[in-house]
């Protein structure tokens, strides 16, 4: 009885929670609906709520969002947006560090996550699995060696870490890529894939 209440568990748990967070997503996106006129609303015209319409709507804004922000005049209306932001004084300080990590993240120029490593974290005797990423050039001239930029994400939510510099010769690089290094972790070792042998 056991073994088939918990093969249903390992059934039910995943769909549930994928369910239920597409569901919230959808739901979040649904209200972008609310900066059309009362009379374009899809309710207005087909009489019934059809979830899913404001996810079309926000991908079509982003997309034409990005296409006028390419362009010469586009360009020039963006950064004027951003220099009257980054005046008004806390708006600044909120406005400038999302952007910095979201470009960081986003822009097919960014490095975000460079290397994933291995790192002795939270003692010398364990190893974490961290993600390499940029040393500011400050803290490159104040330290005597060689070091390193790493964020230790933390299980199963890899939004959340540590950020520390560890000495190059310290840490153990991976023959992984970040996004199988990112299953590993939000999985909690769970879902492990194929093992390789780090080089150092």
Known sequence: MKRYFVTGLLIWVPLGITLWVLDLLIGTLDQSLAILPAAWQPEAWIGVRVPGLGVILT????????????????????????????????????????????????????????????????????????????VPAEVMRALPDEHVAVFIPTTPSPVNGFYFYVKKSEVIELDVPVDRALKYIVSMGVASGDARTPTQ
């Not at 969002?65 to 020039?76: D, E, H, I, S």
């Open 59 to 134: 991908l079509v804004v982003i997309v034409l969002t990005g296409v006028f922000a390419t362009n010469f005049l586009g360009q020039k209306i963006v950064d004027a947006w951003e220099r009257l932001l980054i005046r008004i004084p806390v708006v600044k300080s909120i406005y400038g560090g999302v952007k910095q990590v979201s470009d960081t993240l986003l822009s097919g120029s960014g490095h975000a996550f460079r290397k994933v490593l291995l790192v002795r974290y939270p003692h010398p005797q364990a190893w974490s699995l961290a993600f390499q990423t940029n």
